[in-house]
């Protein structure tokens, strides 16, 4: 199944990888994209087996069709 076309990066991760996150049952889902992001573009977390919360990041990129 194809993904939809988006119109930008940023319409990509909100209204796509923000709520596939939240589906695959991630907590805290963070936008951070801007200027003191550092390549990381959400924040989401989950729990380990000793229920310590376990951060993770994601950056996304556009493919641009030339």
Not at 42 to 58: G, N, S, T, Y
């Amino acid at each position: 199944m194809a993904l939809r076309t988006f119109n930008d990066e940023d319409d990509f991760r909100q209204n796509w990888i923000k709520p596939f996150l939240h589906k695959l049952g991630y907590i805290l889902v963070t936008h951070s994209h801007g200027a003191d992001e550092h390549g990381r573009d959400l924040f989401f977390a989950d729990f380990d087996r000793f229920e310590h919360p376990r951060f993770c990041a994601v950056q996304a990129k556009s493919l641009r069709k030339k």
